[in-house]
Structure formats: structure tokens, C-alpha cells
């Protein structure tokens, strides 16, 4: 059954590993998808990809701007170098809207360190740039890109959601749980540095005990 309820889901960036990923959960959800690019011809040839899989043509790829017009939510999914242009790019379209911001500022000499912002993350970075009338929240930084291309695989790693808005934590909360996870509210904006610094632990754990998509759970939480 379709569930609607997000109204219609724009990824920004959607065409790289963590985008599509969740572009193809939301979708087999039953959720209405936009992936976008900076290259809409792209993004087009990913939707069509990601339908294919699916057995269905609910996934559209646009530009990232139209995509950003498009979406009653958008989740912003790419890397740390092309944050702030990217942004640029779709401001305007962002207008009393929600915006998770996926975005992880890793260092990029070296990925197993975090490099954070003169903001102190990049989420809080996000909203100083957009302003007050853009809710931004961040999510999902945590989750292996390699859990979210197979649909069907339980996805044993939680979210955690940070922003100042509560309703666009919920938001963000709902989109989690309909792909699979649990996610909680982590509080302020502020504490988004724990959720983006904690990708670059994850990666240091998969290297140094030569495993594949590790990630982190909280105990004793309500399911």
C-alpha cells in the first residue's frame, strides 16, 4: 500500500551511493521519489535504473533546483565539498520547507578523520545559509550505503535526528521509520557534530576490524 503521507520526498544528490539508496526505500515504501542532479540527464538515467529494480515507475530525476521545487520534504545527500554550493544552487526552492541534511564533513586528505566546520557542523552551516525560514534537521549520516541498495535487508543501525524544529525532527523521524530504521530525536542542532563526527568512527571500525557497514544502536530505548 502507498503511503503518501510525506507528500512527495526530493533527494538532492540523489544520484550517488547514499541517495539512491534511500531514493529506492522510500520508493519501495510506497513513497513519491525526485532524485536530483547537477546533471539532470543523469538523475534521469538513475530513476530509471532504481525503477527497474523496483518493478515500477515511481522515481523521477530532475535537476537538483527543479528537484528542490518538487519536494514537500528534501534531503540533502551529497558530499562535504559541494555542500555550500549545492545549497546555493537550490535557496530559493528551500522556502518553508524541512531539509535533512545528510552531509558528513570528512576530512579529505584523510576520511578516517572528521574535519568540522567554522559553524561546528555542517547541519549548522546548513541553517546559518538558509535562514530561519528552512528547518533543517540532520539524519542518517550513520547508516551504510551498502544496507540501503537492498531493500529487503534489516537495516540494524539507528538514526539519530538533531534540529530545532520539533515537527521537522518528526519529519524526519517518520521518513526514517518508513525506510526500515528507527530513528530518536538527538536534541538540538547543536549536537549534530555527534552524528556527523561519528561517521568518521565508523569508518576507522570497518578498516580496522575489516568489516562492512558497521553502525551504532541505542539500548534501551522504546522500539
Known amino acids: 500500500m502507498a503511503d503518501n503521507a510525506a507528500g512527495i520526498i526530493a533527494v538532492i544528490g540523489g544520484t550517488g551511493k547514499e541517495g539512491s539508496g534511500l531514493a529506492l526505500r522510500w520508493a519501495k515504501a510506497g513513497a513519491r521519489v525526485v532524485i536530483g542532479s547537477r546533471d539532470p540527464a543523469k538523475a534521469e538515467r538513475v ?3 532504481l525503477n527497474a529494480r523496483l518493478g515500477q515507475d515511481t522515481i523521477r530525476g530532475l535537476g537538483n533546483r527543479e528537484a528542490a521545487e518538487q519536494g514537500d520534504v528534501v534531503v540533502l545527500t551529497v558530499p562535504y565539498a559541494a555542500h555550500l554550493s549545492t545549497l546555493a544552487q537550490v535557496k530559493d526552492a528551500l522556502a518553508g520547507k524541512v531539509l535533512v541534511d545528510v552531509t558528513v564533513p570528512l576530512d579529505p586528505e584523510n576520511v578516517r578523520r ?40 534489516p537495516v540494524e543501525c539507528d538514526v539519530l535526528v538533531c534540529g530545532n524544529d520539533r515537527e521537522a525532527k ?54
Open 47 to 49: 530513476a530509471a535504473e
Open 114 to 153: 572528521v574535519k568540522l566546520p567554522a559553524a561546528g557542523s555542517a547541519t549548522q552551516e546548513a541553517q546559518q545559509f538558509l535562514g530561519d525560514s528552512v528547518r533543517v534537521v540532520s539524519a542518517f549520516q550513520n547508516i551504510p550505503e551498502s544496507l540501503l541498495h537492498d531493500p529487503l535487508a
Open 170 to 223: 518528526r519529519a524526519a523521524i517518520r521518513l526514517a521509520e518508513l525506510a526500515g530504521m528507527r530513528a530518536f530525536d538527538g536534541g538540538p542542532i547543536e549536537n549534530s557534530v555527534v552524528a556527523e563526527a561519528l561517521t568518521s568512527v565508523l569508518i576507522n571500525l570497518n578498516i580496522r576490524y575489516k568489516v562492512h557497514g558497521a553502525g551504532f544502536r541505542f539500548t534501551r530505548l522504546p522500539e
